[in-house]
Structures are given as structure tokens and as C-alpha cells.
Nanobody, 115 residues
């Protein structure tokens, strides 16, 4: 079983920055994908960014050039650096880990960007 704990959300003005962190604990295997989804009110959950244990990353078009995902495999932690934030980035951000045993999710952290 895997537990994910997120931190770093909050309220920021448009153009500002936030850094999200997510640490996994429990049974963690060497190969995995960690990443972030987000869900705004009334909208479906959408992919934001992913990072493999081998260092490959992927981003939604809406965040390319503004967000950077990174991970520390030794700490089982994934980060999301969010710059140039826009009001449309407002959402609950969920961390996840995908291993061969399945997918686990964090509880979510609120990010609110004011205009």
C-alpha cells in the first residue's frame, strides 16, 4: 500500500509562483511514474505533468513553458514548480504514483490564483 502526502498549495496572484511537493511512502518500487493531475470546479480531472523514474517528463500543452516537474527518487518525492500562474490554473492538484501494482492518489491540495 502506498500513501501520498502533498504540500505547497495556497493563494497567489496572477503571475506568481508556487511549488508543490508530494512524498510517497509504503511499498515503492524502482520503476514508477509520478505526476500531477488537477480538477477545477465543474470540470473533469486533467493531466498536468508526469515524470518517470528514468527522468522522462511530459506536460499538458496548457502548462508547457510555465510548469516544471521534477522528482527525487531517493526521497520518493515529486515536485511541481509553477510559474507565471494564471487564474485558469485554479484547481485542486492531485499527486499520483503509478507502479506495476496499481495507481495511488494523494488527498489533493488547493491552488487558487487571483486575477
Amino acid at each position: 500500500q502506498v500513501q501520498l502526502v502533498e504540500s505547497g498549495g495556497g493563494l497567489v496572484q496572477a503571475g506568481g509562483s508556487l511549488r508543490l511537493s508530494c512524498t510517497a511512502s509504503g511499498t515503492i518500487f524502482g520503476r514508477s511514474v509520478m505526476g500531477w493531475y488537477r480538477q477545477a470546479p465543474g470540470r473533469q480531472r486533467e493531466l498536468v505533468a508526469t515524470a518517470t523514474s528514468g527522468g522522462m517528463t511530459n506536460y499538458a500543452d496548457s502548462v508547457k513553458g510555465r510548469f516544471t516537474i521534477s522528482r527525487d527518487n531517493a526521497k520518493n518525492t515529486v515536485y511541481l514548480q509553477m510559474n507565471s500562474l494564471k487564474p485558469e490554473d485554479t484547481a485542486v492538484y492531485y499527486c499520483y504514483i503509478n507502479q506495476y501494482t496499481g495507481v495511488s492518489w494523494g488527498q489533493g491540495t488547493q491552488v487558487t490564483v487571483s486575477s
